[in-house]
């Protein structure tokens, strides 16, 4: 499981950190959620972000992976939740679209446009892309969060009489 930490200076935003949460030691499942519980909530305490982004689930054709993977994403949310830190969730097509244009675009390719664009140096990415995978949605909502707000139009002219009183003669 990846994580990414963005930093944001003066609107541009930069890689503060970037990892995995190393799973495979643990033999149950119930003992790698806990450890995803522990080590999010660790990165929270260590790096204090405003806001978590995350990958929204995508459907499998594994029903059995797609549960585990909901349960690990779940656990995640939970220690975010317990921190009051505020969560979003994108679809993994949306960010990849975000980040490359394409949102049928692979992992490397999600890597190679992150190191560019966050001026990474080669030496510094990791052989795990989950990591990238994970910074890649940090970059995403920073992008969906600069969008202004689109105003709610009225639903009628009443509405819109109401609404600028000065306009209407």
């Known amino acids: 499981m990846g994580y990414g930490i963005l930093g944001v200076r003066r609107g541009k935003?930069?890689?503060i950190a970037m990892g995995v949460i190393k799973l495979s030691r643990f033999?149950?499942?119930?003992m790698r959620l806990g450890h995803i519980f522990n080590r999010v909530t660790g990165i929270i305490e260590q790096y204090l972000p405003d806001e978590m982004a995350i990958e929204a689930p995508f459907f499998g054709k594994n029903v059995q992976s797609m549960l585990k993977l909901g349960r690990a994403q779940g656990v995640a949310m939970a220690a975010a939740i317990s921190r009051d830190v505020c969560i979003t969730e994108y679809?993994?097509?949306?960010?990849?679209?975000?980040?490359?244009?394409?949102?049928?675009?692979?992992?490397?390719?999600?890597?190679?446009?992150?190191?560019?664009?966050?001026?990474?140096?080669?030496?510094?990415?990791?052989?795990?892309?989950?990591?990238t995978d994970a910074l890649a949605a940090a970059l995403c909502h920073f992008y969906e969060s600069k969008k202004p707000a689109i105003a709610r139009g009225p639903k009628s002219w009443k509405e819109f009489i109401a609404r600028n009183p000065g306009r209407v003669k």
């Open 91 to 131: 679809e993994p097509r949306s960010i990849k679209l975000s980040i490359t244009g394409n949102g049928a675009a692979s992992k490397e390719q999600v890597q190679e446009m992150l190191r560019r664009m966050l001026d990474i140096p080669r030496e510094s990415l990791l052989p795990e892309l989950d990591a």
């Open 13 to 15: 935003p930069s890689m």
């Open 27 to 30: 033999d149950s499942h119930y």
